[in-house]
């Protein structure tokens, strides 16, 4: 399985735009990357995907390498609510007896944002 | 919309009592699937299921048991708890769809301790 790399923590400031890198250099053709966040005490939840091109949505930003081998998610204004343990996991787009559905989650970035 | 619903909340047992997370989603999604959450660690895969009657094992499958009888539970029945399985569960469910779509919808957790 293609894996991902991230920073173990980063900190921002309130209002600030905040840049999470990931590493994927082994992804395949076939691979999304998929951004999850879990909030303190919470379960994950989807924040953003993509495959090749910048994605945008009301929560974030994806930018994509050319190469595909990193992408980084964008807050562009964090808040204090945007505190959290954030992942990036790739899944095969090919629906291969439900293999793509076995992610698997790194220990992700934990994110401290200050007021 | 619930969702995905996870009972109990919170659950103490002792070593070598037996006990069944229940997992519920109202959402008709095909995929299922259980993770254990450890202290500091990311979301490790215990079994995932493509559908009713049909499961498969993840990561960390042993000391665990499942079955998928109807599309909407997926219960995870522990057989003799032992204290490594202290843990937080969260399930998981998602569309039938592969790829972009079919995102990951995720229960509030279950926090087990094993005494």
């Known amino acids: 399985d293609a894996k991902t790399t991230q920073p173990n923590s980063m900190e921002s400031n309130e209002e600030e735009p905040v840049h999470l890198p990931c590493n994927h250099s082994?992804?395949?053709?076939?691979?999304?990357i998929h951004w999850y966040r879990q909030l303190p005490s919470q379960g994950p939840e989807y924040v953003i995907h993509?495959?090749?091109s910048n994605v945008n949505n009301r929560m974030a930003s994806l930018a994509i390498a050319e190469d595909r081998k990193s992408s980084t998610l964008i807050l562009h204004r964090a808040t204090l609510r945007d505190a959290a343990v954030y992942y990036c996991?790739?899944?095969?787009?090919?629906?291969?007896?439900?293999?793509?559905?076995?992610?698997?989650f790194g220990k992700g970035t934990l994110l401290t944002v200050n007021p | 919309n619930a969702g995905v619903t996870q009972t109990p909340k919170f659950q103490v047992l002792k070593t070598g009592q037996s006990m069944t997370l229940q997992c519920a989603q109202d959402?008709?999604?095909?995929?299922m699937s259980w993770y254990r959450q450890d202290p500091g660690m990311g979301l490790r895969l215990i079994h995932y299921?493509?559908?009713?009657?049909?499961?498969d094992q993840g990561e960390v499958p042993n000391g665990y048991n499942v079955s998928r009888s109807t599309t909407e539970d997926f219960p995870l029945r522990l057989l003799s708890a032992a204290p490594s399985q202290t843990s937080v569960y969260f399930c998981?469910?998602?569309?039938?769809?592969?790829?972009?779509?079919?995102?990951?919808?995720f229960g509030e957790g279950s926090r087990l301790t094993v005494l």
């Open positions: 299921s493509v559908g009713a009657g049909i499961t």
């Open positions: 996991i790739l899944r095969d787009s090919l629906n291969s007896g439900g293999s793509n559905y076995k992610l698997t």
């Open positions: 993509g495959l090749t």
């Open positions: 082994t992804i395949s053709g076939t691979d999304y």
């Open positions: 998981a469910s998602s569309s039938g769809q592969g790829g972009s779509r079919g995102e990951l919808f």
């Open positions: 959402m008709n999604h095909e995929y």
